[in-house]
């Protein structure tokens, strides 16, 4: 079961560049990985995914060693709106996502 | 574009009571599933359905119903509810099962068993 190990927390400052790391050694061919982002009283919302190498979009840059057994969330200039909850998933194959307890990220003025 | 809707977005329960959690979804997506979240524990995976008139069990299947008799609808009912119930519920979807399209979720029902 590709289960992952993410931070419980980070705090951050306005304006600076998140790093988010998140351990998945049990990683298997096909899996990809995705990271999605939980306001409070809502539910998660897909935010990037990747299978190897770098992906960009609007939001966030998501890099991937070549090994793949972990990766990296990054956030660029973080405004109090990006405080949430980010948890990283790995499909499981046979069976479904398994969403961990998340990074707590906190953004502080 | 609705995306998915869940309702109520909250219920009181007494003891016993049973109700059914309404999920629907217009993306005419394969796959849904219900998850809980409690403080500290993530999000767990009770039911899943990858097409109509397909359910499975997740991981914390116990005291609850599904089914999925339209592509659209899968609703989740609790049979006898309990206070280790009161949570907060969350309805996915997705073209397929993979995690390679992403899942979109709805905003979810806080339910509370007293």
């Known amino acids: 079961l590709a289960k992952t190990t993410q931070p419980i927390s980070m705090d951050s400052y306005e304006g600076q560049e998140v790093n988010i790391t998140c351990s998945h050694n049990?990683?298997?061919?096909?899996?990809?990985i995705t990271w999605y982002q939980q306001f409070p009283s809502q539910g998660p919302r897909f935010i990037i995914q990747?299978?190897?190498t770098k992906v960009t979009n609007e939001v966030a840059s998501l890099f991937i060693p070549a090994d793949r057994k972990s990766s990296t969330l990054s956030l660029p200039r973080v405004s109090l709106s990006d405080t949430a909850v980010y948890y990283c998933?790995?499909?499981?194959?046979?069976?479904?996502?398994?969403f961990g307890t998340g990074t707590r990220l906190t953004v502080i003025p | 574009n609705a995306g998915v809707t869940q309702t109520p977005k909250f219920q009181v329960l007494k003891t016993g009571q049973s109700m059914t959690l309404q999920c629907a979804q217009d993306?005419?997506?394969?796959?849904m599933s219900w998850y809980r979240q409690d403080p500290g524990m993530g999000l767990r995976l009770i039911h899943y359905?990858?097409?109509?008139?397909?359910?499975d069990q997740g991981e914390v299947p116990n005291g609850y119903n599904v089914s999925r008799s339209t592509t659209e609808d899968f609703p989740l009912r609790l049979l006898s509810a309990a206070p280790s119930q009161t949570s907060v519920y969350f309805c996915?979807?997705?073209?397929?099962?993979?995690?390679?399209?992403?899942?979109?979720f709805g905003s979810g029902t806080r339910l509370t068993v007293v």
């Open positions: 996915a979807s997705s073209y397929t099962k993979t995690a390679r399209y992403g899942y979109t």
């Open positions: 049990n990683i298997a061919t096909n899996d990809y």
């Open positions: 990747g299978y190897k």
């Open positions: 998933l790995v499909e499981t194959g046979a069976n479904n996502l398994f």
């Open positions: 993306m005419n997506h394969e796959y």
């Open positions: 359905s990858v097409g109509a008139g397909i359910t």
